[in-house]
């Protein structure tokens, strides 16, 4: 075999051999880089099970453009994890879709409605953020208008909406989409750099806090009788 095509041979082995390992980086993301430890930790609002909590917000055309991949790995989880929907608000413009989101929950709409909303905003161009337009809209889908308003303008959303704000905060993120798993580590497809490499990020930060429990539950002192 001549000297060029051991060459050619050697480059191509090593072409072959970096795939792997690029495999291989997804699968183990590396903290400050694929994602962010939270300090102190978020409170998370589902129990025993592993909260995947997602940041979005309705008019984010980067969120728009995740929901399906998205609803397709939700689809795959496992039973101890869960997975919770959190409004995003870093500024005081975000607030009425935040809105929009808890009433539409309050009224059990979100499992119908939600990708509907990304759609009246996205495809069909509704401005959703103007309460009137909103209120018109609502409307159209079947849900009472007066209802609708009334739950909107309620105290009880108005306090949700104040929680996703501090919850924003707290969690420390700069954009939307984000995820933040457990409470305690957070990740973004900027981050990650690929909605492919987030879902993998996603599922190896949820092994993890699944090792850590593990790890916490051996070592728990065991309970008087």
Same mark, same amino acid.
């Given at each position: 075999m001549s000297l060029m095509r051991k060459f050619l041979l050697m480059i191509a082995l090593?072409?072959? @051999? =970096?795939?792997?390992?690029? /495999?291989? *980086?997804?699968?183990? +993301? !590396? #903290?400050?880089? *694929?994602?962010? !430890?939270?300090?102190?930790?978020? %409170?998370t609002d589902s129990g025993n099970k592993i #909260?995947?909590?997602e940041f979005f917000w309705y008019r984010c055309p980067h969120c728009f453009h995740l929901e399906p991949a998205l609803n397709a790995w939700i689809k795959k989880l496992p039973k101890d994890v869960a997975i919770r929907r959190i409004p995003a608000v870093l500024n005081e413009s975000w607030l009425p879709l935040a809105k929009t989101y808890y009433t539409l929950d309050l009224? @059990?709409?979100? +499992? =119908?409605?939600? &990708? *509907?909303?990304? %759609?009246?905003? /996205? !495809?069909?161009?509704? &401005?959703?953020n103007n309460p009137d337009i909103l209120f018109n809209w609502a409307e159209k889908q079947g849900i009472n208008r007066k209802t609708f308003v009334d739950t909107y303008n309620s105290? *009880? !959303?108005?306090?949700?909406?104040?929680?996703? %704000?501090q919850l924003t905060r707290d969690s420390k993120i700069n954009g939307v989409p984000a995820f933040v798993v457990a409470g305690k580590y957070s990740t973004s497809v900027s981050m990650t750099g690929s909605e492919e490499a987030l879902f993998k990020t996603l599922d190896s930060l949820i092994a993890k806090v699944r090792k850590e429990r593990s790890k916490q539950a051996r070592h728990a002192p065991a309970k008087k009788h």
């Open positions: 090593l072409g072959m @051999g =970096a795939l792997p390992l690029a /495999h291989a *980086d997804a699968a183990h +993301p !590396v #903290e400050g880089k *694929d994602y962010q !430890v939270i300090s102190p930790e978020l %409170n #909260e995947v909590a009224l @059990g709409k979100i +499992p =119908a409605l939600h &990708d *509907d909303v990304f %759609n009246a905003i /996205h !495809v069909e161009g509704i &401005d959703l105290f *009880d !959303v108005q306090s949700k909406a104040m929680r996703a %704000n």
